[in-house]
Nanobody, 114 residues
Framework: QVQLVESGGGLVQPGGSLRLSCAAS????????MGWYRQVPGKQRELVAT???????NYTDSVKGRFTISRASAKNTVYLQMNTLKPEDTAVYYC????????WGKGTLVTVSS
């Protein structure tokens, strides 16, 4: 079993920055496929940024150059630095990992509004 706990969401003005954190706990060691998805009401959950099985990164086009995913492997923690935020980035952000099956956090709300 893996538990994922997100933190760092909130309200920010357009152009601002936020940093999300996700800590994984449980009987785990070096989870590699791990990252972030987001969902807006009425729309499908979409990939934002993830680490792949190979340890490479994968970003959706709309966040390239603005968001950066990083991790502290020893702590099974992944971060999402979000810069130059736009109103269309408003969503619930979910932490995800794959460890035999998909695991999801409960989500953290990011609101970009003036």
């Amino acid at each position: 079993q893996v538990q994922l706990v997100e933190s760092g969401g909130g309200l920010v003005q357009p152009g601002g920055s936020l940093r999300l954190s996700c800590a994984a706990s449980g009987t785990i060691f070096n989870i590699y496929p791990m990252g972030w998805y987001r969902q807006v009401p009425g729309k499908q959950r979409e990939l934002v940024a993830t680490f792949t099985f190979a340890g490479t990164t994968n970003y959706t086009d709309s966040v390239k150059g603005r968001f950066t995913i990083s991790r502290a492997s020893a702590k099974n923690t992944v971060y999402l630095q979000m810069n130059t935020l736009k109103p269309e980035d408003t969503a619930v952000y979910y932490c995800w990992c794959y460890f035999g099956t998909d695991y999801w956090g409960k989500g953290t709300l990011v609101t970009v509004s003036s």
